[in-house]
């Protein structure tokens, strides 16, 4: 993905910013607590009938710009507090806005339960809900981390950029069917077959709202939410305008003996211009980097051998987070035997970043209708854990939306299109490496495809006493015989080794190529007023589409194929694993 195309977006639409549309109003004033009058901060502050409006800055202040003359009237709205409307018939002199605190928080709108607005205290489900002064105030890294104080919710944290959210105790570190959509976008890369946590979503500053329905939300969603649904909602242009910066650091990894004290960094930017209540246009940046954890355990957990005869100097051994040792064969008069593995902090990289560029378009057509372009880029590492270890190393995820928006309907099409770029298997890359330089009785690197037996043929030889100047029945000589010439982590020869062996998609290295994109289309239509209200109907239906590229990697469609669905019922197309490889 050419990252300067989005860059050269970006900076067209920072122009647009300049342009004048018209002679504009500007009006002031600040918003306070009636009861302590403090400042407010976030409080909605709206144009009635033009959906133009701002939110109030941490000292309580807003402002709006207008080209409409005359009389106007605001709507302030905050969660907590009673609405008030407030006539303006002098732009020039500053408001002073008080709200009064609201006994309950249940007249508060949601859509998740029946995917239009109603209000919390009327939803047919348990709906959990943050809103922007929770988002705003988490004491989490993250507000995507935040969703973990959220009752009902356990979070499955595999790294600083990845974490999984499970609602029903079903899931696994990849929650399949736990559904995620941001604006109505799924944000799953379809090679995965899930969603990878906040990796490829919003940043702190562009996050409005979020809704997270926990239990079963198939009847609406499909099957993918079989374990719950997240909805996340962005902040709409034309009414959060203007810069936004962010700027996070912290420390980690103190008093960590693998490594010293390391810095965690998470920047954010955000700017939204609105133009006569007719085009608004926002764009967002961030970018957070920090160490990741060390996968450190390496207990033993070989099945095969008694619990009490595990450990370093078990001749079986198959240790946590090591990896090669899984390679195992029974020897005759030695017994069972694994190859000597090498420890993952040798096989990965923990240093992890998360890179996300989005923007969007607004404009309307007419005051309820609206039409959107909205395209988002994110680039990131982490380390997954799966049915074995995986590093996704600079995975990319791109998508574009188009909606067209009344107050009844949407028609809404968007596409995701993935590239695992160096990403790989670290499980197969331990092995790889352990197949590179063994060597015969003769002292000849044999191939790949000879190496463990013959590996191991040297591991009998020695046990058995063949070999001269090699004590017979010690498992440590002979394991030591067995190693000569093996690759040491940090040399050039191991590193040459395993940039290789990363470069190789399939079972021949440990590479993992996917290169596959989804396309989805989807409308809804509420009949709810056209029925005088007399019952809730919705009438919508969708149509998705896959096309797989992973070369054999990800799925056994190696060249490339599609596969479609046209049910809300039938959302996923085919189960995918996470590899095969």
């Known amino acids: 993905m050419n990252i300067k195309k989005y860059a050269l977006l970006f900076a067209g639409l920072w122009l647009v910013s300049t342009l004048t549309f018209a002679q504009s109003v500007n009006i002031t004033g600040s918003v306070m607590d009636l009861v302590n009058h403090k400042p407010l901060v976030n409080a909605t502050v709206t144009l009635t009938g033009q959906r133009l409006g701002a939110v109030t800055d941490n000292d309580g202040k807003f402002s709006i710009q207008t080209n409409r003359a005359g009389a106007l009237t605001l ?61 705003r105030e988490t004491p989490s890294a993250s507000f995507y981390e935040g969703i ?34 941001i604006d109505g976008v799924d944000n799953q890369p379809a090679g995965f077959g899930f969603s990878v946590g906040n990796m490829f979503g919003l940043s702190d500053l562009d996050a409005e709202s979020v809704e997270l329905v926990p239990g079963a939300a198939s009847a609406l969603y499909g099957p993918a939410a079989f374990n719950g649904a997240l909805l996340m909602t962005s902040k709409d242009p034309f009414t959060h305008q203007g810069l936004s910066v962010q700027a996070k650091v912290g420390v980690n990894h103190l008093n960590d003996r693998n490594t010293g004290a390391a810095m965690y960094n998470d920047h954010a930017i955000r700017y939204a211009k609105a133009f006569n209540n007719k085009f608004a246009f926002k764009l967002n ?28 100097q078990n001749p079986a051994r198959n240790g946590l987070n090591i990896y090669g040792d899984e390679v195992v064969r029974t020897l005759t008069n030695a017994g069972q035997v694994s190859r000597t593995g090498y420890l993952e902090k040798d096989l990965t990289d923990y240093n992890v970043y998360s890179l996300k560029l989005n923007g969007a378009l607004h404009y309307r057509i007419t005051p309820g209708l609206e039409a959107i372009y909205a395209f988002n880029y994110a680039k990131g590492t982490a380390n997954y854990t799966g049915s074995n270890r995986f590093s996704v190393n600079g995975f990319s995820l791109t998508q574009h939306r188009l909606e067209l928006r009344g107050k009844q309907f949407f028609v809404r099409w968007y596409s995701n299109a993935e590239d695992s770029h160096n990403s790989y298997n670290t499980r197969s890359l331990g092995q790889q490496i352990n197949r590179t330089w063994v060597r015969d009785l003769n002292g000849n690197v044999v191939t790949p495809d000879k190496a463990d037996d013959t590996w191991f043929s040297r591991y009998a030889a020695a046990y058995g006493g ?16 067995a190693d000569q010439g093996r690759l040491l982590p940090g040399t050039a020869e191991y590193e040459a080794q395993k940039n290789r062996l990363t470069a190789i998609q399939g079972l021949a290295g440990a590479g993992i190529l996917s290169q596959t994109s989804m396309w989805h289309a989807d409308g809804q239509y509420n009949l709810t007023s056209a029925l005088n209200n007399v019952a809730d109907v919705l009438v919508g239906g969708n149509f998705r589409q896959y096309s797989l590229f992973t070369n054999g990697t990800l799925s056994t469609i190696k060249a490339g194929g599609f596969c479609t669905t046209n049910t809300a019922r039938s959302r996923r197309s085919a189960r995918r694993y996470w590899p095969i490889s």
Do not use: C
Not at 154 to 160: H, K, R
């Open 148 to 181: 973990n104080n959220v009752k009902g919710v356990d979070m499955v944290t595999s790294g600083l950029t990845y974490r999984q959210i499970n609602t029903r105790g079903f899931a696994s570190t990849g929650n399949s069917r736990f559904l995620q959509l």
């Open 75 to 135: 709507r302030i709205s905050m969660v907590g507090y009673e609405p008030q409307t407030v006539l303006v018939t002098n732009s020039n002199a500053p408001l002073v806005i008080h709200l009064n605190p609201s006994v309950s928080d249940l007249d508060e709108v949601v859509v998740g339960a029946s995917r239009v607005e109603e209000r919390l205290v009327r939803a047919p489900v348990t709906i959990e809900k943050m809103d922007a002064r929770n988002i």
């Open 285 to 312: 940046a961030s970018y957070m980097w920090g160490l990741d954890w060390f996968a450190t355990d390496y207990n033993d957990v070989n099945q095969a051998t008694p619990t009490d005869q595990r450990g370093a």
């Open 466 to 481: 063949t070999i001269p100047n090699v004590s017979g029945n010690d498992q440590t000589a002979a394991r030591t015989f």
